[in-house]
């Protein structure tokens, strides 16, 4: 498969549904916008950020710019969204369950958490979108990423309730982080109680995984 196929294939997996895939070129300029957006976020607040300046920085026409990004919540939400994508899946049978639930749970609440201007940008973004269909279409991959890892994370069978309730949970926290009443390493560990409290033998483990 040639290296333009794989960038296409790539591509294709990240697109919302119902859009066509972004081909080599197309891919290429979407992260150099979405770098350029990041970049951005940690010189300048949200009210501060514009489309049009990123695709300065970007080194691309803002009519390109808004062809991939229909509003800067649009592109702050898919900035948070690439963030999401670096968090591992924790899989390691070696680790109790509840160890792996922990982890992955604290490393998505610390994506932003050295990045104060970053995380409260996304935060206003993803619930100031309102209905924005392309910002709502960033939140459900939001969700289907950490659905995913929590999933991943608590292994075959993983009961739904357990997993939407591990879920609600982690988006209130982030919505209480982003407003800054708690530091995003506070959320981290009071989600480490709340693991405790929603899976079986998490007591056990916790402290180990707030050290680890």
Do not use: W
Request: glycine share 8%.
């Amino acid at each position: 498969m040639s290296s333009d196929a794989l960038v296409t294939v790539a591509a294709q997996a990240e697109q919302p549904t119902g859009q066509p895939p972004r081909n080599r070129r197309q891919e290429e300029t979407f992260r150099k916008v979405l770098a350029a957006g990041i970049e951005t976020l940690r010189e300048k607040s949200y009210g501060d950020l514009t489309v049009r300046a990123v695709a300065a920085r970007a080194k691309v026409a803002p009519a390109t710019a808004y062809t991939y990004f229909s509003s800067k919540n649009h592109l702050i939400a898919e900035v948070y969204l690439d963030l999401v994508r670096q968090v591992p899946y924790f899989t390691d049978v070696n680790d109790p369950m509840p160890v792996r639930v922990d982890k992955v749970l604290r490393h998505l609440a610390l994506v932003v958490a050295d990045e104060p201007e970053v995380g409260a940008a996304c935060t206003t973004a993803l619930l100031g979108g309102g209905t924005d269909p392309a910002v709502g279409a960033v939140r459900d991959r939001i969700g289907a990423e950490i659905h995913r890892r929590i999933a991943t994370a608590i292994g075959p069978g993983a009961d739904p309730d357990k997993v939407s309730a591990l879920e609600m949970t982690f988006f209130g926290a982030l919505v209480q982080a982003g407003s800054g009443q708690f530091t995003y390493h506070q959320i981290a560990d009071r989600l480490a109680y709340v693991v405790k409290l929603i899976l079986p033998g998490a007591g056990e483990t916790s402290q180990e995984t707030r050290t680890s």
